[in-house]
């Protein structure tokens, strides 16, 4: 009975909103109905059965009231040779009396009301054959024996007759007490069973209503609670399931929704990755031939100047610097790699500034066999080299170092140049971490490698700016520990 029960309950979760209320209805309205109509049944069968037995004793009263003084005085009347049988007509009230009579018995209710008015057909019957000795005598000369059958025959039926027909009245109305009092039992019976069908509607309205708010509330509820997680970038949400038809299909489009926003989001962060990486290749391509210029020149005036070892040193160097900047169109090397790639850089410049930098490069080989981006730590070191040792009258050092934690490499790019203002370092700070740069001028090296850091391994990975005036400045290149380049 329980498991049928739990059934019923379950499938009824699943009905239409529009079908759960109408079973509400139905349930309110149709019991409702039934107790109005017994209640409407009972009351006009009482009426009816009222209202023929007040017309019964309406009837019989009226009789009882005129019959008998009636019959008396035509007959006195006759006995005395006043009227005749033909003027005073005792024969048709007779008759008429017998059709009235009838009429009581067929509407008469109780067995003692049945029998007083076969009672009083017999006494009509009587009161006929006594008028009937009278009309059949010798009305002048018998006068004596006629008055005496008046008042021993016509006058003792016709009074009898009242007595039987009060008696019927006094069962009638007797019949209408039994009525009320019956009546006023089934009403009282009546109201006990609505007043407990009431209290059992009203538990069981309760009981649905409550099903039905929460088979509505609920799965509401968990889709506002999957519109947050989509909210906050949970695409792989699922909803209630078994719920009403309405609700399981806003929760299938829902998650249908979901699912598409999802796809159309990946899809647009792989368009976006795709830009960058164009935008970010455009931009190297703009770097490089720059510095290839400044170099071609360099090597022009050495040429010139018939310092061939010179010459000989910095070809080597852009040699080494370019084959690692093409590198077979990977855009990951090895660290080491990206040490000979800035080495090869830092020895053409320093062939060009040797009398204002110097360079040291200090990773262990450990750190080297990982991977990073490459062309990070040569745009690094020109903006050490630009904005820092170049502002400076006396000798720079450029420094490149590395420690490492469990998940990470942090490798190191310093200067003792002219270093920067604390508002200024916030600002580059803030501009890196938000990738949003207000001054694309002198910020341009380290918001290219910062961003790209970004693009390839994530949001928690880029660049740290420390530094200070007059006492240098120091650029932190934070990135996870990868050797995939040696997997391959």
């Known amino acids: 009975m329980k498991k049928y029960v739990r059934e019923s309950i379950a499938r009824f979760r699943q009905f239409s909103i529009e079908k759960k209320l109408k079973w509400l209805r139905m349930v309110v309205i149709i019991p409702a109905l039934v107790g109005i109509i017994t209640l409407l049944v009972i009351m006009i069968n009482f009426n009816e059965s009222y209202n023929e037995a007040v017309k019964n004793v309406s009837v019989a009263s009226k009789f009882n009231f005129s019959f008998s003084e009636d019959m008396d005085y035509k007959m006195y009347r006759i006995v005395i040779g006043a009227e005749s049988f033909d003027t005073m007509k005792p024969y048709e009230e007779i008759k008429e009396a017998k059709e009235l009579v009838k009429e009581l018995n067929k509407n008469a209710v109780t067995d003692e009301s049945k029998l007083r008015t076969r009672q009083i057909g017999k006494l009509l019957d009587n009161l006929k054959i006594s008028i009937e000795e009278i009309e059949h005598s010798d009305l002048k000369n018998d006068y004596m024996e006629n008055n005496q059958r008046l008042r021993l025959n016509v006058n003792v039926f016709t009074e009898i007759i009242k007595e039987k027909v009060s008696e019927y009245i006094y069962y009638e109305i007797g019949n209408m007490e039994s009525m009320r009092v019956k009546l006023e039992k089934e009403i009282m019976h009546t109201i006990t069973i609505t007043l407990i069908a009431v209290l059992f509607l009203s538990l069981i309205t309760w009981k649905l209503s409550k099903l039905i708010s929460q088979s509505i509330s609920y799965p509401v509820r968990q889709l506002c609670e999957m519109t947050k997680e989509v909210a906050q970038g949970n695409f792989d949400v699922h909803g209630p399931q078994n719920t009403t038809e309405e609700l399981q299909i806003l929760t299938n489009n829902f998650e249908h929704m979901a699912q598409k926003v999802e796809r159309l989001i990946e899809d647009v962060k792989v368009e976006q990755q795709n830009l960058r990486k164009k935008e970010l290749q455009l931009l190297q391509e703009q770097i ?166 970004k693009l390839y391994y994530g949001e928690e990975y880029g660049l740290i700016l420390e530094s200070e005036p007059d006492i240098g400045t120091k650029v932190i290149v934070v990135v996870p520990k990868t050797r995939q380049a040696e997997k391959k």
Do not use: C
Not at 305 to 313: A, G, L, M, P, R
Not at 338 to 349: A, F, M, P, T
Not at 409 to 436: A, C, H, R, S, T
């Open 288 to 453: 490089n031939p720059h510095f290839l210029y400044n170099t071609l020149d360099t090597i022009m005036w050495l040429a010139i100047d018939h310092q061939d070892d010179k010459v000989v040193e910095m070809v080597a160097a852009l040699s080494g610097f370019f084959r690692t900047s093409l590198s077979h169109g990977e855009d990951k090397i090895t660290i080491r790699e990206e040490l000979e790639h800035v080495e090869n850089y830092l020895k053409i410049q320093q062939l060009r500034y040797g009398d204002i930098m110097e360079y040291s490069i200090d990773v262990p080989d450990e750190i080297k066999k990982n991977d990073i981006v490459k062309i990070t730590l040569q745009p690094l070191v020109e903006n050490a080299l630009y904005h820092g040792l170049k502002k400076q009258r006396e000798k720079g050092m450029i420094k490149i170092s590395s420690v490492d934690d469990e998940n990470n490499i942090f490798l190191i790019v310093e200067d003792n140049g002219v270093g920067m203002q604390p508002e200024q370092v916030v600002q580059i700070n803030k501009e890196m971490y938000e990738d949003i740069w207000v001054n694309r001028t002198t910020g341009f090296g380290i918001a290219n490698v910062n961003r790209r850091i």
